[in-house]
C-alpha cells in the first residue's frame, strides 16, 4: 500500500511530466462544522423515542428474513427468536451498538482524499440508485455505463464533493449480475476519491473487497475501512437476506456501512414525525447491533432515508417540513446512540432541474447540515424522486454544496475580522470598496459560486439569457472537456481488469 | 373603530349574503415558533461585537444629516454632537433601546388578521420596492400601478402570507408625489391584512397616518400600531433626513418603524461578517435610540437588511453562506438587545424564477426562520436582485412559506403521534396505507404544495410537461380570477377617496 502510493503520486519521469501539465483538480477537505446543531426535540420527547423503540424491539421485533445464521447469532446474543421474528431484550441493542465507532477514517488511494466520519464532520457524496438519466441534450432515458463514467467524471471535478459515491446511476446497459464490476473499476480508475462497495448479493460485495485489496494492498484493507456502503433496511422492520448477507460481508472485513431505514412515512411508518422516529430508531439500532454481533468494532452509520407521502398521489415528496424535522431528531438520536450519522441530500420530487428542484433541494440541504449528517449520500445529481440522475442538477448542486462548507465553518472573531480599523478608516457617509482592509481580505472574504449568473440584466441578456439549466449544461461540458484521469498505478490496474475479466468469465449475463 | 368592524364583518343583508357567496380567503395565522433558534455566535464574540459597536458610536459616531431637529434631540440626550456627528457615551444606546417594546400587536382592519411582532412570532411580508415587473408572458418591463394591485390581490389569496405588506413594486405609471397614495389605498381596500406605511418624504409619512385615521378611527390608531414601516439606514452610520423625517412622524404617532441597515457587504460594511455585524448593531442602537428619543415606547424592529457583493462583477449576491451568518448573528444581537428581528427573505440574484432563484432564495427563507427573524419583509415575489417583482415568484415562494410554518410548530409529542398501536398494527413487513392511524391522522399529516407538481413522470408530460414558472403562472391566473375584494365600509372607501382625491389637488405632478 504504502508502495502503490508513492507510486501513484509520481514515480517515473512520465508521471513528473504528466503532473505538471495536468489541471490542478482541487477538493475541499471534508467538513469540520464550526456551528452548532439545531435540536427541535426536547430531552423529554427524546426519551419517549428511545424508551418506544425499545419497547418495539422487545415487544413486536424485527423480522430476520431467510436469514438462518442470523437467527443464530441473536439466539446467541440474548435475543428470543421465534420463527424469522427477533425480539431484543431492552437495552440489548443500545449495548450492542456501544462497540461501533464513533468516528472512523475512510480510506482513499490518494491519501489527500481519506475522509473522516463521525464526530463534527460532513461528508459529500453524490446521487445513488437513479436507473434513467436526464440532460439538457437527450431528454429522460434509462442510463449506460457511459453515463455512469461521466457521473463520475462530475464528482472528481467537482471541488465540494469528497466522495465519488456508489451506484451514481444504475447502467442498465451491462449485465445486473456484472455491473458491478464496471463500477466499481470506474470509481477506482477515473477518480482518486473515496467510493461506495455494492450491496446488491453477498457475492457482489465479496468482489467489491477484492477489488480493493488489489487497489490498496490486503494489509491495508484488513486494517482500514476502505468501503463506506449503503445497507437499506426493509422498512417497517424488516432485514431481507440480500442487504444482511452484504453486511455480513463487510462487517466482518471490517468496512463501513450505512444502517438506513428507506422509508415513505404514511406508508413505510406511521404517518407522524414521532411515529417515524421512533421506527427509525428500532430498526437503526436491530441493524447496527447485527453488524457488531458480526464483527464488534466495524464501522457503522445511522441513517434515516426518510421522506412523507403525497396522500393524493401516493407519490414520494422531498424538501417537506415533515422530512426535515425528522433528518433534525433523527441527528439527536444519532448523536445520543453515538453512531455516526447520515441523512439528507439533493432531494427534490421534480422532473426537471427547475424552481421546484431547488427549493426542495435547498430545503434538505440546508436542514442537513444544521442537523448535524456526518455523511450525505445524495448530496448531488438527484431528480423525480431518485428515479433521475441529472448532470445538471449534479454540478449546480455540487456548486450548492460550496454555501454549505462556508457556513459550517462558522464566523471568524480575529481582530482582522473585527475589522475596526476598516470601520474608523471609512466613516459615516463613506464606502469600503477601496480600503486597506478590503483590499487585504476581499478575495477569500466571500463564498462564490462556480456556475450561477451574478451579471447585470444587460450583459446577462447579450449574454443569452440563460436560466440556471443552460449555464449548468455549460459548467457539465467544461468539466468533462478539462477531466484528466488520476495516475492509477499500470500493474494495479492490469491487476483489477485481470479480476474482473475473471469473474465475468465465470458468471452467465443476467438482466433481471 | 369598533363600529366599523362591526359593520365591515357583515352588517346588513347584502354583506351577509356576499358573505355567504364569498370564495373563503384562508389567511393562516402569524407563526409561533416552537423550534430553538440556531446560535451561531458564542458569548465572546457576542461580547465583542457589542463592544466595538459600543466604541463605533462613541468615537466614530454616526452622522444625522441636515437635520437640526435631531441633533438638537441628541445633545439633550447626552451625545456629543460636532458638526452632523454624534458620538454617543458608552452605553447611551442602548439605555434608549430599552424603552422599545420586546413584541408589539400591528392591527389588520379585519381584527382577525393582526399580527404579533416579536418574542417567538414571525410575520411574513411580501417583496418591497421593486421598480421592473417581470411575468411569463410580458417579460421584463417598468411596473405599474395595475401591477401594484395585482400584487396586492395576489398577498390578500395566498394563505401564508401574514402581512400586505408596502410598495411592493413601484409604479412608475403614476407620479411619484403621488402614488403613496394610490398605494396605500391599494393595500386598505383589496385586501384586509396589515401593511406598511410610506417613508419617501416625511409628509407621506402624514399622509399614511392620516389614511389610517380614515380607515381605522383617530382613536384606534393613537392607541394601536396600524403600520409597521421600513426606515433604511444610509450604511455606513448615516441617517438621511427624508428616512428620519418619516421615522419622526411615525414614532411621534405611536407607529412601529423597522430600523434598518441596508449593507452590501464589502460595499458599504467591512468584507467580513463580525465587521458588518459591529456596524449593523452600532447603526440599528442608534437609529432605535433616536426612535424613543421622539417618543418612548414607541415600537422598533431590528432590521439587518445584509448582503455581500460579489467581487468580480460588483453585483450584490444572495442567498449566500455570509448572508446566512449574518443573518443568525444579528437575530442573537437583536435578542440581547430585546428587540423584533427583521431579516432574511425571498432573496435571490436570478434575472429569471429558475433554479437559481430557488436555491437562493430557500437558503434565505430556511436561515430566516432558525435564525429567529420575527417580520420578514421581501418573504416572497423577489427577483433580480430586488430590481423585479415577479408574479410567478410570489406565488411560488409564497407556497414555501407552508414549510415554514409547519416546521416552526415543532414535533406533535402526544400518546396519538407517538403511533406506537400503528406500529403493533402493521408490525413487519407491513404497510401503514390502511392502517387506523393512518385513516385518523393523513389529512392534517403532512404539508402538501398548492403549485408543486407531484405527479407520476406520465401523468406529468401528459399534462404538458410544465416547469415550475408554468406551474406558477396558472396559480397566477387561478388566484386572480378566484379573488373577491374583501367588504370595506362604503363611506369609509368614500372618505379615503376623497382625501386622495384632495391631497392629488394640493400638489403638482412630479416624476422624478
Redesign the interface.
Known sequence: MAELRRRARGGGGAARRAERTAVRIETARFIERN??D?????P??LE?IEA?AE??LE?????F?ENPAALERWREAGADVSGE?VRLPRGLARTLCATAPARFTQAARNPERNVEIGGRSLVLAPVYGPPFVRDIDGG?RYATMADFEKFVKLGYMSKWLHHSGGTVCEPTDVPVNKRHLDMLYAHMSLSDKPFMGSVTDPDRASDSIEMCEILFGKEFVAENAVMTSLINI?S???FDNVMMGALERYAAAGQACIISPFIV???????????TL??VLAEVMAGVAYSQLIRPGAPAIFGAFVT??????G?P?F????A??ITY?AGQLARRLGLPYRSAGSFN???????????????SL??GL?SGVNFMLHACGWL?GG?VASPEKFV?DAD?LG?????AA?????A?????D???E????????GCA??QA???A?????DL??????ET??DDG?R???Q??AARVEKLLADYQQPMLDPATDEALKAYIAKRKEQMPDAFV
Do not use: C
Open positions: 456551528i452548532p439545531l435540536e427541535i426535540l426536547t423529554e420527547a419517549i418506544n419497547t418495539i415487544e413486536i421485533g424485527v423480522a428474513v421474528r429522460r426493509n417497517p422492520l424488516t412515512g404514511g406508508a413505510m411508518a406511521p404517518v407522524s414525525v414521532m411515529g421512533t421506527q412523507s407521502i403525497d396522500m393524493n398521489s407519490a415528496t424538501g417537506t417540513p415533515e426535515a424535522q431528531g420530487g421534480s422532473k426537471l432541474p427547475d424552481a421546484q428542484a431547488a427549493y426542495e433541494t435547498a430545503n440546508n436542514a444544521v423525480e428515479l449546480m450548492q454555501v454549505l462548507h462556508k457556513l462558522g464566523v471568524d472573531i480575529s482582522e475580522a473585527q475589522a475596526m476598516a470601520i474608523r471609512v466613516g459615516p457617509g463613506g464606502h469600503y470598496l482592509h478590503t481580505n476581499f478575495k472574504a466571500f463564498w462564490r459560486s450561477l449568473d451574478y451579471k447585470p440584466f446577462w441578456a439569457a436560466d440556471t439549466t449555464l449548468a
